[in-house]
C-alpha cells in the first residue's frame, strides 16, 4: 500500500558523489536507479530534480572570481549532466524516463513545461526535471519545490546524506537531535538551514508537504512511499 501516488523527488547532487571527491560514483547511481524502479514497481509516478553540486555550484564558482551568473549556468549544466546519468541508469534497469530541460537544448533534453512533465508522468515515465528553475540565483532546492508545486505532487521527498531535519546541524553539532515532524514556521523561526528558505517558502505558501530522509540508506526510498515513520516530515 503506498501513501503517495505522485511525488517530487528532490536528489542531492553532491550525494551522486558516494566515495569520490568529485563527479558520480556509478555505485551510488545504481543504487538511486534501484530504488527508483522499486516504487515505480508499485505504480508511483515519480518527478525527480537532481542537484550538480558533485560537479560546479554558482556560489563556490563566485568565490573563485567567476561571474555568478555565468557560474550558476554551469552549474545549471552540472544538473543536466547528473539527469542524463540517472536517465541512462534508470534506461540499463528497465525503467523509461525522459529529460525535461528548463532551458531549451534540443536534443539533449525536451523543453519543461508543466503539462508535458504530468503527461510523461500519467504515461508512466519517470520525469526528470533538470536545469532547476533555468533562473540563476536559484538552487535546486526551489527548482524541487517549483516543479513539485506544478506537477501537483503528493509530497516532495528530499533525499539527502542526513536522516532529517535536526536542531543543528548533525554534521556539525553532535548533540543536535531530530525533528519526527516540524511546520515551516518553525524551520524560520530556529534558523535551520537544510533547505534554501525559498524553497520552504513555496513550499508552504503552497502547501506541498516535505520528508526529509536519508537516501543513501539503500530502502528507505520504499519505507517513505510506502509510510513509514522516517526522516523528518515537514508540514503547515
Ligand atoms: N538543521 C539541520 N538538519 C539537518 N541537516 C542540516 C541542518 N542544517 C544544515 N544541514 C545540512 O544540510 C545538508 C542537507 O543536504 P543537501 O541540502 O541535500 O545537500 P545538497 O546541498 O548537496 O543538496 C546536510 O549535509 C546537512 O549537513
Ligand atoms: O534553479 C537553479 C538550480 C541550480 N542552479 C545552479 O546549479 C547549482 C547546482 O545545484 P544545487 O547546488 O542545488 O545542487 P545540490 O545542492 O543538490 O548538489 C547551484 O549551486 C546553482 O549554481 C541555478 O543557478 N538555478
Not at 534508470?90 to 539533449?108: F, H, N
Amino acid at each position: 500500500m503506498v501513501k503517495y501516488k505522485r511525488i517530487l523527488l528532490k536528489l542531492s547532487g553532491e550525494s551522486l558523489m558516494g566515495e569520490k571527491q568529485y563527479g558520480i560514483d556509478e555505485v551510488r547511481l545504481g543504487e538511486y536507479a534501484q530504488q527508483i524502479k522499486e516504487i515505480h514497481e508499485l505504480g508511483v509516478q515519480i518527478g525527480i530534480v537532481i542537484g550538480g553540486g558533485n560537479i560546479f555550484r554558482g556560489l563556490s564558482g563566485a568565490s573563485k572570481g567567476f561571474d555568478r551568473v555565468k557560474g550558476d549556468q554551469m552549474g545549471m549544466l552540472a544538473t543536466v549532466i547528473n539527469s542524463l546519468a540517472l536517465s541512462s541508469a534508470l534506461g540499463a534497469i528497465g525503467v523509461r524516463s525522459k529529460v525535461l530541460t528548463a532551458v531549451r537544448m534540443e536534443p539533449i533534453g525536451e523543453f519543461y513545461s508543466k503539462w508535458k512533465a504530468i503527461d510523461t508522468l500519467e504515461a508512466g515515465e519517470v520525469g526528470i526535471f533538470s536545469a532547476g528553475t533555468g533562473n540563476p540565483y536559484f538552487t535546486t532546492d526551489t527548482g524541487s519545490s517549483l516543479r513539485g508545486i506544478e506537477i501537483e505532487a503528493d509530497v516532495m521527498l528530499k533525499g539527502t546524506r542526513v536522516d532529517g531535519i535536526y536542531t543543528a546541524d548533525p554534521e556539525k553539532d553532535k548533540s543536535a537531535t531530530k525533528f519526527k515532524e516540524i511546520t515551516y514556521d518553525e524551520i524560520y523561526t530556529r534558523g535551520l538551514k537544510v533547505m534554501d528558505l525559498t524553497a520552504t517558502t513555496m513550499c508552504k505558501e503552497n502547501n506541498l508537504p516535505i520528508v526529509v530522509f536519508d537516501m543513501d540508506t539503500v530502502g528507505n526510498l520504499k519505507k517513505v512511499i510506502e509510510g513509514e515513520d522516517i526522516g523528518t516530515y515537514v508540514h503547515n
